[in-house]
Nanobody
Framework: QVQLVESGGGLVQPGGSLRLSCAAS????????MGWYRQAPGKQRELVAR???????TYADSVKGRFTISRDNAKNTVYLQMNSLKPEDTAVYYC?????????WGQGTQVTVSS
């Protein structure tokens, strides 16, 4: 089972930027889908962005044009660049991998957008 460790969360003012990283214990080149999800207090976990092995990306409508997901197979790391952050982006962000139906989750990293 692949282990995923997120980092890069924190407190940022509205309009600011953060870059989240997800380090995997296995070669992500062998993992078909890598993704970022988030869960705000009292809400269900939702997909933020995902990237497949061919670098095809999908984004939630709420983050399109502001967030960018990317993967560095050489470093076994997936990134989420978040720009123009809004208070409604406040949540715990989770990294996710899906290798042929075998799913793994990281422990999550808190992102708080507040003035």
């Amino acid at each position: 089972q692949v282990q995923l460790v997120e980092s890069g969360g924190g407190l940022v003012q509205p309009g600011g930027s953060l870059r989240l990283s997800c380090a995997a214990s296995a070669r992500i080149s062998s993992i078909y889908i890598m993704g970022w999800y988030r869960q705000a207090p009292g809400k269900q976990r939702e997909l933020v962005a995902r990237i497949v092995s061919g670098h095809t990306t999908t984004y939630a409508d709420s983050v399109k044009g502001r967030f960018t997901i990317s993967r560095d197979n050489a470093k076994n790391t997936v990134y989420l660049q978040m720009n123009s952050l809004k208070p409604e982006d406040t949540a715990v962000y989770y990294c996710n991998s899906d290798r042929g139906g075998v799913v793994a989750w990281g422990q999550g990293t808190q992102v708080t957008v507040s003035s």
